[in-house]
């Protein structure tokens, strides 16, 4: 047989192998968006040379494969399959190594497809959760490890997996951590403080200083609304808000309501005007403070750097400085979740509920983490359902399993204006509680941190912010992702963090990284200096919460609303 025979067969064995996974894989988009509406992928071509090349490859690679499993067993270098299971048991480890061949070839397929960066980001996504979903590891017929297990246990795992899968069907989730070892205000949420104020929005938490002496200058943490704010109060050790108050500043914290029916008509404007303004006047009637220090985190922080931009066209200035944490200000670069954002997504949220109706938070809690299908997802149905194993106690996991829904005109209105069309930048666009906002009058000092991995608010997207906000700025780049990064409490001294000495902005995030040092362990202690810069002198610490009858204790911290579930 001739060389064009040879390439023809082959060709045609390699439509066979991947034509009906190919479609699948495709088709895989339309089952997994930002709340459940189906994704779009238009007829895509690939490109005649890739796909030879591709072909070639593939061929060239099964060969090897099959030659290494005829000589014993097959090197397979992939987390999924590292037990002694999988190693000890030739077949597995080939099925795990042929599955791991065609994953790298319906990749390159993706890589070869000819359109837009749009659509190959979207032809990606859905092939890559499609394989996730099709790792033999997910199949106990094929799990060499859970089938060890259960031979070791004489069945024991296979009937603890089923227990823990009714589990999870009733609580409507996977389980990623013994969520009986945790309660929020008993061994997550401790820091002491008290509730000070409320509304039907939010909580005002303040928290017991730890110094004889607080700046006088007051400071509030915004935490994000698509999350309960103990994220940044886990455990003592780990602590954001505890680290704050032990650094002498009197500190606030927004705990924002789980909304239910009640609260299903509320807006951006709502949570910009009775939500962040609110604290920030209730913050300084209580300190009697004509500025104050102010933080956002993730949304948070878009829903803060709304407020200020508020108060300034309103001619007011009550925030002396700024923290922003893996905020979204610029939307250009949105990272991965630009796969689900387009018009027609963002119409039918429109009409789905613009006027009304509730994101449900597990329908949320579910789409992020499939953003992450290998650790997020199918890692927990692997252990609690195969293996019959209860996932480890992780404070962390607990939280991220806490989730909050969101006021459906809230959503709609922040998806079109925020993340389709990224108007906030673009000065006098954007009408905000009755105020067209430009980010060239917040000419307050901002300190800007972003995670280098993150897959929430990619890196660039957190350094765009330098670029739109005037005001003088300093920008910090932590090591991992979107929580990890953040939390990350110098006493430990884990990851590291990159800053520029010269203080210089560049374009790009490229360009900056150019003239910025690594330095060892937690980037909290850099902004900490920099907040105490501007914080004003040191004053007696309060011996009360709150002030006088109209700002007393409403109950301990961290209170009611945080302890609502979706």
């Given at each position: 047989m001739n060389s064009e025979a040879l390439w023809a067969q082959g060709a045609q064995q390699f439509q066979q192998i991947f034509g009906d996974s190919w479609a699948k894989a495709l088709q895989s988009f339309q089952n997994l968006d930002l709340g459940g509406t189906p994704g779009k992928v238009p007829a895509v071509q690939l490109s005649p040379a890739k796909l030879q090349a591709l072909q070639e490859q593939y061929l060239k690679e099964a060969q090897a494969l099959w030659s290494q499993s005829l000589q014993g067993t097959p090197e397979v270098k992939d987390r999924r399959f590292s037990g002694d299971g999988w190693a000890s048991n030739p077949v597995a480890a080939f099925s795990a190594a042929a599955y791991l061949l065609n994953a790298r070839t319906l990749m390159g397929l993706a890589d070869a497809v000819e359109g837009d960066e749009k659509t190959r980001a979207r032809i990606r996504f859905g092939v890559e959760q499609w394989m996730a979903a099709m790792a033999p590891s997910n199949f106990l017929a094929f799990n060499a490890e859970a089938q060890k297990k259960a031979i070791e246990t004489k069945g024991e795992s296979i009937a603890k997996g089923m227990q823990n899968l009714l589990h999870d069907i009733r609580q409507g989730h996977v389980s990623m951590t013994d969520e009986s070892l945790f309660e929020v205000g008993r061994n997550v949420a401790t820091t002491e403080g008290a509730v000070v104020y409320e509304n039907e929005l939010f909580q005002l938490l303040e928290y017991k200083p730890?110094?004889?002496?607080?700046?006088?200058?007051?400071?509030?943490?915004?935490?994000?609304?698509?999350?309960?704010?103990?994220?940044?109060?886990?455990?003592?050790?780990?602590?954001?808000?505890?680290?704050?108050?032990?650094?002498?500043?009197?500190?606030?914290?927004?705990?924002?309501?789980?909304?239910?029916?009640?609260?299903?008509?509320?807006?951006?404007?709502?949570?910009?005007?009775?939500?962040?303004?609110?604290?920030?006047?209730?913050?300084?009637?209580?300190?009697?403070?004509?500025?104050?220090?102010?933080?956002?985190?993730?949304?948070?922080?878009?829903?803060?750097?709304?407020?200020?931009?508020?108060?300034?066209?309103?001619?007011?200035?009550?925030?002396?400085?700024?923290?922003?944490?893996?905020?979204?200000?610029?939307?250009?670069?949105?990272?991965?979740?630009?796969?689900?954002?387009?018009?027609?997504?963002?119409?039918?949220?429109?009409?789905?509920?613009?006027?009304?109706?509730?994101?449900?938070?597990?329908?949320?809690?579910?789409?992020?983490?499939?953003?992450?299908?290998?650790?997020?997802?199918?890692?927990?149905?692997?252990?609690?359902?195969?293996?019959?194993?209860?996932?480890?106690?992780?404070?962390?996991?607990?939280?991220?399993?806490?989730?909050?829904?969101?006021?459906?005109?809230?959503?709609?209105?922040?998806?079109?204006?925020?993340?389709?069309?990224?108007?906030?930048?673009?000065?006098?666009?954007?009408?905000?509680?009755?105020?067209?906002?430009?980010?060239?009058?917040?000419?307050?000092?901002?300190?800007?941190?972003?995670?280098?991995?993150?897959?929430?608010?990619?890196?660039?997207?957190?350094?765009?912010?330098?670029?739109?906000?005037?005001?003088?700025?300093?920008?910090?780049?932590?090591?991992?992702?979107?929580?990890?990064?953040?939390?990350?409490?110098?006493?430990?001294?884990?990851?590291?963090?990159?800053?520029?000495?010269?203080?210089?902005l560049p374009a790009t995030l490229e360009q900056w990284l150019e003239g910025a040092t690594e330095h060892a362990g937690s980037w909290w202690t850099d902004w900490s200096h920099w907040l105490k810069a501007h914080a004003g002198k040191q004053i007696a610490a309060p011996k009360t919460y709150g002030k006088g009858t109209k700002f007393k204790a409403i109950e301990p911290a961290p209170g009611s609303y945080v302890k609502q579930k979706s």
């Open positions: 730890l110094t004889t002496k607080v700046y006088e200058r007051p400071f509030l943490l915004v935490p994000p609304c698509i999350n309960k704010f103990y994220i940044l109060d886990l455990q003592p050790d780990n602590s954001f808000i505890r680290y704050a108050v032990e650094q002498g500043h009197r500190t606030f914290v927004v705990s924002w309501r789980n909304p239910h029916e009640d609260l299903a008509h509320k807006t951006w404007d709502d949570y910009v005007e009775d939500g962040a303004m609110a604290a920030i006047d209730v913050v300084q009637s209580i300190t009697g403070a004509d500025q104050i220090n102010a933080l956002g985190f993730c949304v948070g922080g878009t829903i803060l750097s709304n407020a200020l931009a508020v108060m300034a066209a309103r001619g007011q200035e009550p925030v002396a400085s700024a923290t922003f944490l893996t905020t979204l200000i610029d939307f250009a670069d949105t990272g991965i979740l630009d796969v689900f954002i387009d018009e027609a997504f963002v119409q039918f949220r429109e009409l789905q509920m613009g006027k009304g109706g509730l994101m449900k938070g597990q329908d949320l809690a579910s789409t992020f983490s499939f953003l992450r299908p290998n650790d997020l997802v199918w890692n927990y149905v692997v252990g609690n359902y195969l293996k019959g194993e209860t996932p480890p106690p992780f404070d962390l996991l607990y939280w991220n399993s806490d989730s909050t829904n969101l006021p459906g005109p809230f959503y709609a209105w922040y998806l079109r204006n925020f993340y389709l069309e990224n108007n906030l930048v673009q000065p006098g666009k954007l009408t905000v509680c009755g105020e067209k906002l430009d980010l060239g009058q917040l000419t307050l000092p901002v300190y800007i941190y972003g995670s280098r991995e993150d897959h929430i608010v990619p890196i660039n997207a957190a350094y765009a912010s330098t670029q739109v906000l005037p005001g003088k700025k300093r920008f910090v780049m932590g090591a991992s992702g979107h929580i990890a990064g953040v939390i990350n409490p110098p006493a430990k001294n884990k990851r590291s963090h990159w800053i520029r000495a010269d203080g210089k």
